[in-house]
């Protein structure tokens, strides 16, 4: 997996690419949690996004609740089909936002 950072429009973008898994998880909540820190929100771009697990899924649970105590947004864009059928099963389609 790959994260790509930049800001755009006073928020952080974050292109994350390739399988969030186990493995990967970590990485990604080292960038996403302080993200929150030094903007007015996070956007999540997952067009690169091929797989995610439930270690991925904790990640964007924990970038959720820490967006909601900081009084900011994080959101998804570019998810696929695979990856928001893999939302709507676990109810997480209702927890997050999208663009």
């Known amino acids: 997996m790959t994260i790509e950072k930049k800001?755009?429009?006073?928020?952080t973008v974050l292109l994350v690419s390739g399988r969030l898994d186990t493995t990967t998880a970590p990485?990604?909540?080292e960038v996403l949690i302080p993200a929150f820190e030094d903007s007015s929100g996070v956007l999540l771009d997952f067009t690169e996004l091929v797989y995610i697990s439930s270690a991925g899924l904790r990640?964007?649970?924990?970038g959720e609740k820490t967006a909601k105590a900081k009084?900011?947004?994080?959101?998804?864009?570019?998810?696929?089909?695979e990856i928001?059928?893999?939302?709507?099963?676990?109810?997480?389609?209702?927890?997050?936002?999208f663009e």
């Open 27 to 29: 990485k990604l909540q």
């Open 59 to 62: 990640v964007l649970l924990l």
């Open 84 to 97: 928001m059928e893999i939302f709507e099963m676990t109810g997480f389609s209702d927890i997050l936002s």
């Open 7 to 11: 800001e755009e429009n006073e928020k």
């Open 71 to 81: 009084g900011v947004e994080q959101a998804l864009k570019g998810v696929s089909d």
